[in-house]
């Protein structure tokens, strides 16, 4: 603990840093969801050829050549995503939106099995609004496949930068 208060700074720096890129982000949504689409694109492809190389490292395997189909088809998904993003944009969005509505009713069935316990309200107001804005997302696609992806990155980095931040000043006052 005591490198990590030595370090505030860098906590405090980053955390700006990350803020910064998020209100960035939020001044051109649909850039962001264009990067976001490109990053995802790139690690799909990227994972892709490392699991195709470990498959030709293992011929002897009896399962290389589905190693090697699946990482091809990997890389096929990530190539795909790079060369037609807004494609890529639209199906990640409705993805998206169905997991948040499906992320939403499974926590309103668990607060209603946890009525008992003392916080069950808690778990019921997390579901309610993670369904509602799955809802949400869902009665917007298609057309908020152009910018969603990017307000949920600028969200998340401004929320890091902001820990980053808080962090930071905590460890500098202990």
Not at 58 to 79: E, I, P, Q
Not at 119 to 125: I, K, R
Not at 141 to 159: E, K, V
Request: aromatic share 14%; proline share 1%; charged share 10%.
């Amino acid at each position: 603990m005591s490198e990590a208060r030595a370090k505030w700074g860098w906590f405090v720096a980053l955390g700006i840093l990350f803020a910064c890129l998020g209100f960035g982000a939020v001044s051109d949504l649909l850039l962001a969801t264009v990067a976001t689409i490109f990053y995802i694109g790139a690690l799909i492809t990227v994972a892709g050829v490392f699991q195709i190389i470990h498959a030709l490292g293992v011929k002897s395997w009896r399962g290389f050549l589905l190693w090697g189909l699946g990482g091809l088809f990997y890389a096929a998904a990530g190539t795909t995503i790079i060369l037609d993003p807004a494609i890529a944009s639209l199906a990640l969005t409705l993805v998206l939106a169905v997991f948040t509505v499906a992320s939403g009713f499974m926590r309103l069935l668990l607060s209603f099995k946890a009525r008992r316990d003392r916080s069950w309200g808690w778990l019921f107001a997390s579901g309610l609004l993670t369904a509602i804005a799955g809802l949400a997302f869902l009665l917007g696609w298609p057309l908020n496949s152009l910018w969603l992806l990017g307000l949920l990155l600028s969200i998340d980095l401004i929320f890091q930068g902001c820990t980053l931040i808080g962090l930071g000043l905590q460890l500098r006052n202990t």
